[in-house]
């Protein structure tokens, strides 16, 4: 017999050998029926698979996570299948889950095609397929039984992937005709995938490399319910309208030139008032918390992140150095701002009374992303982070991480982030080679992120392997109006870059003494948090931040005059105005700028400009009556102020 542990801390005895569907139905019907796989001892595991030793188990549902990615991963088998029915002798990559369903890299070979037209008869061929209910048969291989399935495949890409794997960990999965290479885990059988929607193609190079063939990526998502792929599709339809490159392109926002280059984005007027904006409310905030602005070139010698290990990690996805005219002078674009801050930190001899040292500046750096990844502003090549590094002594660091916790919680408030979960990012412990520094260091340094998140009451989840690869970190996972997650702001602990640069300070005791370094971003960068901060609002930002505040809107030409003499007065108070002068019917023009999302729309006629007053819509609430000019102004700044008065 062995004993399995179950999330509620229950314990039962079962017989060694017993299986996850078999453990499944023990705690019930209607879970054995949703069960998709087993969790055992931190491994997703088939439900057909024995367990054969004491293991802490939970058994999963398309409602978790890690039941999602075992539903998906299997479906992209299933859209493999019938790809190879529809298209004989095409060719496979690899297949994934992703966060929102799966792909599959696929080579059709010469002359074939896949077109949205084509989606139906694949999702048609994937429904019938499902209901044959065939099983996912896994089945362990030598590399030597492994190749000939592949040879007498005739799939060059599938023969690659096996020659980098160690033999004795081989396995392959197979559902009616079609096989696979696949570690797995996979669904008991095809006939739990009850909906099914292909999505889009896209090109994509053979792992990830320029150099490589260009594969076809055919993305789709599937449900164990119509009902759920009918609500997701709505949901798709709200993204869609919420994309934060239509709409950037539509408010004016920002722009690209492939003349500029991919990756790098051109802002507009009104998208760098809205960067402006952003950047000011947080140098004001940082300012109360004692931070001093420091500005950094955009490159810097080789050496420099040799030093900090950027250069290890990151230079293979970064740009080519810069060579000088000068014999073995080598710059590069910078990757991080941190190795820069501690250049500053050295500038001078420190004592325990400089510290804590708080550096922040809007740092613009930059990474070789690959084309195929590049997306709007969410996946840059060029991008600006709102950095900060505090150098402090390490009985200081709990206060400062909880300080930073605090701008953080306030920038959400703010801008109306009202779901999120902090995410405390550790190392992997299986595999420390990626990381550097002490496992002294790390510990200290993921026991104070531990403790100041349980001070400050903050909901966490902690996932290894998320770590910098120079110290834990906690991130903000926040849910947007509609939803979806994205990862904003975030806090990291280092001990290691002090040691890298030989940071010092003078303590009291009149010895040297090393500072510990934290790196902190509230938006984490401005081009991601604006692309979120977009799709979160549909583009109607606050009044504090909006670009354009108000718009001033002559029913005729005759009222020009009395709409600039608005136009200035509001200005002048320091609210952003303009004025639609276009010779167009006020409808047109209430209906442009409602498009435009600006928030208030003043409507100037003769009754307006008699009695020096305006008529007032507000974005999305249309008529809100006459106002007088001077009581207007008042109006926006108590509307600002109550915007932005939240308590830090």
Same mark, same amino acid.
Request: with cysteine.
């Given at each position: 017999m062995i004993k399995l542990t179950f999330p509620d801390g229950s314990v039962q005895e079962f017989p060694e050998g017993i299986t996850g569907m078999e453990v499944a139905r023990s705690k019930g019907r209607q879970l054995a029926e949703n069960a998709v796989a087993i969790h055992v001892n931190g491994q997703v595991k088939d439900l057909t698979q024995p367990i054969t030793h004491d293991a802490e188990v939970t058994v999963l549902t398309f409602e978790d996570e890690q039941g999602r990615a075992t539903f998906w991963h299997s479906s992209a088998h299933l859209m493999a299948a019938a790809l190879e029915s529809l298209y004989p002798g095409v060719k496979f990559g690899i297949g994934p889950a992703i966060e929102n369903g799966f792909y599959y890299d696929v080579d059709l070979g010469s002359g074939r095609v896949i077109t949205d037209a084509d989606f139906p008869k694949i999702e048609q061929k994937m429904r019938e397929l499902a209901l044959l209910n065939e099983a996912f048969i896994r089945r362990e291989v030598s590399r030597k039984e492994a190749e000939k399935v592949f040879r007498e495949k005739d799939d060059p890409y599938k023969l690659e992937l096996i020659s980098e794997l160690n033999d004795g960990n081989i396995s392959l999965y197979q559902t009616g005709a079609f096989v696979d290479l696949c570690r797995g885990p996979h669904l008991p059988s095809t006939g739990m995938i009850k909906a099914v929607k292909i999505l889009s193609i896209a090109g994509a190079y053979w792992r990830g490399n320029e150099k490589n063939k260009q594969l076809t990526r055919v993305y789709g998502i599937t449900f164990p319910k119509q009902k759920m792929l009918d609500e997701y599709l709505v949901f798709l339809e709200q993204a869609k309208a919420?994309?934060?490159?239509?709409?950037? /392109?539509?408010? *004016?926002?920002? %722009?690209?030139?492939?003349?500029?280059?991919? #990756?790098?984005?051109?802002? @507009?007027? $009104?998208?760098?008032?809205?960067?402006?904006?952003?950047?000011?409310?947080?140098?004001?905030?940082?300012?109360?918390?004692?931070?001093?602005?420091?500005?950094?070139?955009?490159?810097?010698?080789?050496?420099?992140?040799?030093?900090?290990?950027?250069?290890?990690?990151?230079?293979?996805?970064?740009?080519?150095?810069?060579?000088?005219?000068?014999?073995?002078?080598?710059?590069?674009?910078?990757?991080?701002?941190?190795?820069?801050?501690?250049?500053?930190?050295?500038?001078?001899?420190?004592?325990?009374?400089?510290?804590?040292? /708080?550096?922040? *500046?809007?740092? %613009?750096?930059?990474?070789?992303?690959?084309? #195929?990844?590049?997306?709007? @502003?969410? $996946?840059?090549?060029?991008?600006?982070?709102?950095?900060?590094?505090?150098?402090?002594r390490p009985d200081q660091l709990k206060d400062e991480f909880m300080k930073v916790i605090d701008i953080i919680l306030y920038v959400f408030r703010v801008l109306d982030f009202k779901e999120f979960t902090a995410q405390v990012s550790l190392r992997d412990p299986a595999n420390k080679t990626k990381y550097i520094g002490s496992d002294e260091n790390w510990e200290k340094a993921e026991r104070a992120i531990v403790e100041a998140a349980a001070e400050k009451g903050l909901h966490t989840v902690t996932e290894l392997g998320e770590a910098a690869f120079y110290g834990p970190k906690l991130d903000f996972m926040v849910k947007d109006a509609i939803g979806r997650k994205w990862q904003l702001g975030t806090i990291q602990v280092d001990y290691n870059l002090p040691e890298r640069f030989d940071l010092e300070y003078t303590g009291s005791d009149d010895r040297k003494h090393r500072p510990v370094m934290i790196h902190r971003a509230p938006f984490g960068s401005l081009e991601r948090f604006v692309a979120v901060l977009i799709e979160h609002t549909a583009g109607k930002f606050p009044l504090w931040l909006a670009p354009d505040q108000v718009v001033v809107l002559p029913i005729s030409e005759k009222y020009q005059d009395y709409a600039e003499k608005v136009c200035n007065f509001l200005n002048n108070y320091d609210i952003r105005t303009l004025i639609d002068a276009r010779n167009e019917k006020i409808g047109k023009k209430i209906r442009d700028n409602e498009l435009m999302r600006i928030p208030y729309l003043l409507v100037v006629g003769e009754k307006e400009q008699e009695s020096g007053s305006v008529a007032v819509r507000k974005q999305g609430e249309g008529d809100k009556g006459v106002m007088k000019t001077e009581a207007f102004a008042e109006f926006i700044k108590e509307e600002i102020n109550k915007q932005l008065e939240i308590k830090i």
């Open positions: 919420r994309d934060h490159r239509k709409l950037g /392109r539509e408010l *004016e926002l920002f %722009t690209f030139s492939s003349n500029v280059g991919q #990756g790098l984005p051109l802002w @507009l007027p $009104r998208g760098a008032a809205l960067r402006e904006r952003l950047e000011s409310f947080l140098r004001k905030v940082q300012k109360q918390y004692g931070y001093q602005q420091v500005i950094t070139p955009h490159i810097g010698q080789k050496e420099l992140y040799v030093t900090s290990g950027h250069y290890e990690k990151y230079m293979k996805d970064s740009f080519q150095p810069i060579y000088t005219p000068a014999e073995g002078e080598e710059f590069l674009l910078k990757p991080m701002n941190c190795p820069h801050h501690c250049e500053i930190y050295k500038s001078k001899p420190r004592s325990y009374k400089d510290l804590p040292l /708080r550096l922040a *500046e809007f740092g %613009t750096v930059y990474r070789y992303e690959q084309s #195929g990844e590049l997306h709007g @502003l969410t $996946r840059v090549r060029g991008f600006t982070q709102d950095d900060a590094h505090i150098f402090c």
